[in-house]
C-alpha cells in the first residue's frame, strides 16, 4: 500500500515536499514515479528513480524544480517541489513498478490514493 502526504496550499515561487510511504511491503525491489492529475486533464508524468536512487527521470515541465528521491530503509520516497506555479496544481499520485524509469503509468503496478497541491497565484 502506498500513501502520500504533504499535499496542501502554497503560493506560486514556494515549495512543498510530498512524501509517499509504502506498508506491506519494501520499495526496494521497485522504480518508484510521481504523476499528477489537473482537474479535466488526463493523468502525467512527473518524476521517476531508479531502485537505489541513482538514477532519475523528469518530465520537461518539472524539469529544474522538482526532485525525487527515496530512502529505502525508510520504504518512502519524497517529491520536493521548488519555484511551483499555478499550473502544478494537481492530485499528485505516487507509484511503484517493476520497471526502468518510465513515463507510461502502465509500467507501475502500485499506486497511492493522491495527495491535492494546489498553488495559488
Given amino acids: 500500500q502506498l500513501v502520500e502526504s504533504g ?3 502554497v503560493q506560486a515561487g514556494g515549495s512543498l515536499r510530498l512524501s509517499c510511504a509504502a506498508s506491506g511491503g519494501t520499495i526496494s525491489w521497485y522504480t518508484m514515479g510521481w504523476f499528477r492529475q489537473a482537474p ?3 493523468r502525467e508524468f512527473v518524476a521517476a528513480i531508479t531502485l ?3 538514477s532519475t527521470l523528469y518530465s520537461d515541465s518539472v524539469k529544474g524544480r522538482f526532485t525525487i528521491s527515496r530512502i529505502n530503509d525508510e520504504n518512502t520516497v519524497f517529491l520536493q517541489m521548488n519555484s511551483v506555479k499555478p499550473d502544478d496544481t494537481a492530485v499528485y499520485y ?3 513498478g517493476q520497471t526502468i524509469p518510465t ?3 502502465r509500467r507501475y503496478d502500485y499506486w497511492g490514493q493522491g495527495t ?3 498553488v495559488s497565484s
Fill in 7 to 9: 499535499g496542501g496550499l
Fill in 40 to 42: 479535466g486533464k488526463e
Fill in 52 to 54: 537505489t536512487g541513482d
Fill in 94 to 96: 505516487c507509484a511503484a
Fill in 103 to 105: 513515463r507510461s503509468e
Fill in 116 to 118: 491535492q497541491v494546489t
